[in-house]
């Protein structure tokens, strides 16, 4: 604590942002158990919102398109032609509501974190990112079992063209990457981002604060006024982070589904 | 915060869920709105895309179908348009011949009533004058001797004489009468 940069008056005053920031705990202490907290909150609204997006989106859906419905249709077809199809081919229609599920789920809770009242991005609490990823792993590694019986075992861990010798060394690998790496970076890469973009944020804001108000001393008044205004634009990068997030996981899960059942390897 | 949990907080860090529950809960909502979704929002959005390909493919159809139903009216009306001018060029034709016909009929029937007309004239005139002849005969014989008598200024008694005289005349005057 004895950077010079911040001073502290008293030992109190700044406390920098950290991991527990992103402790939450009970919505409402003493009735409601601990882990009824923001975040759960967060993803069942989530959830909500996006059941409410896609009911609106196909009440009343017409052949001869209003403006509404070409937008919604701009996010199916997103999700439909521009994932499902051009990764899945002749397959998508299967794994499409899987698909579109994921993405608007991914893409609502993290540009929760860029909107007032939440301000919070709900994958950057690590669990909701490993169930999501489980479930993508569930579907993929299901996906090639469906298709290819335990004969999956043997496509997945043994590539084509390998010679005999080597199969000891590639075959834990092959084990590795598939069954193991693929749901964990999944999982992990959806929430380094969000939380770290959220910890961002939160240094700008809340050391900015700190120095705005800090008292007799202009060069830290003005330095945290402009660390506040450059939240702004970090908060920008963190909505367009949020969409790529989303866009990565749900493209990645179409990806190792299309392995799984591609017929040559 | 950290204490309702088995995996040690204090070695994987943020790495670590705060609860079980979040892992469960992203499960769980996962599923559920993919159910919501493969149940009610894809289906609505592939029978519309449905539709609308059908639509347009019909479309296309109906268009043609109107096409092909212009065409055949066309191609009918022009029949019916080459056959009218037809039955018109032969009505000219057979009024053109029927009006020579009824000329025809009319002239000869107007020639037979001119001649018929002319003979019947004829045949009155010759009676008329055949009877005028016969009166005259009759009449100038007995003019001729009373004039005749009153200029030898006495009777003839020769009969016989004067009745030559009066024939001879007659005869004289008949010439004349034909001659002319």
């Known amino acids: ?265 | 915060m950290g204490s309702t949990i088995w995996v040690p907080q204090n070695t994987l860090g943020p790495l670590a869920p705060h609860h079980w529950s979040e892992v469960i809960v992203g499960i769980l909502l996962l599923l559920v709105l993919t159910l919501i979704i493969a149940k009610a929002v894809v289906p609505a959005f592939e029978k519309m895309y449905e539709e609308r390909s059908s639509k347009i493919e019909g479309g296309m159809q109906r268009a043609a179908a109107a096409e092909a139903k212009a065409e055949a009216a066309l191609a009918q009306y022009e029949d019916q348009l080459a056959s009218a001018r037809e039955e018109a060029a032969k009505i000219r034709e057979d009024a053109k011949n029927q009006s020579a016909q009824i000329l025809a009929e009319a002239r000869d029937k107007a020639t037979k009533e001119s001649d018929r007309i002319l003979e019947s004239g004829r045949q009155q005139l010759a009676a008329e004058r055949a009877q005028l002849v016969a009166q005259l005969k009759g009449e100038v014989g007995g003019m001729a001797t009373a004039l005749a008598g009153k200029i030898v200024g006495e009777s003839l008694e020769d009969d016989e004489r004067a009745l030559r005289t009066v024939d001879r005349f007659l005869a004289e005057l008949e010439q004349a009468g034909t001659a002319r």
Not at chain 1, 154 to 162: C, D, N, R, W
Not at chain 1, 221 to 230: D, R, Y
Request: hydrophobic share 50%; net charge neutral; proline share 5%.
């Open chain 1, 1 to 265: 604590m004895t950077i010079g940069l911040v001073p502290l008056e008293g030992g109190g005053g700044y406390t920098p942002p950290g991991t527990q920031d992103f402790l939450w705990g009970s919505v409402w202490p003493d009735v409601l158990p601990d882990w009824v907290n923001k975040p759960l909150i967060q993803a069942v609204i989530g959830f909500l919102l996006v059941v409410l997006f896609w009911y609106f989106g196909s009440r009343k859906l017409q052949v001869k398109p209003s403006k509404g419905q070409y937008f919604f249709e701009f996010v199916y077809e997103f999700v439909r032609n521009g994932i499902a199809r051009d990764i899945l081919h002749a397959d998508y229609r299967k794994f499409l509501p899987y698909l579109l599920a994921l993405f608007t789920f991914l893409l609502f809770n993290n540009w929760f974190g860029e909107f007032f009242f939440f301000m919070y991005p709900t994958f950057s609490n690590v669990g909701y990112a490993y169930g999501l990823a489980l479930v993508s792993w569930v579907v993929y590694v299901g996906a090639g079992f469906k298709k290819w019986g335990f004969g999956f075992l043997k496509k997945s861990l043994i590539p084509e063209g390998v010679p005999g010798y080597l199969l000891p060394l590639v075959m834990p690998l092959e084990f590795l990457s598939v069954f193991i790496t693929r749901p964990v970076t999944l999982a992990l890469r959806l929430f380094a981002n969000l939380f770290a973009g959220h910890l961002v944020v939160l240094v700008f804001v809340v050391g900015g604060g700190f120095l705005l108000t800090y008292q007799d001393n202009l060069l830290y008044n003005v330095s945290g006024g402009v660390s506040m205004l450059f939240s702004l634009v970090i908060l920008l990068l963190e909505l367009f982070i949020g969409a790529l997030q989303a866009y990565i996981f749900t493209v990645l899960t179409a990806q190792y589904v299309s392995t799984s059942v591609a017929d040559a390897h």
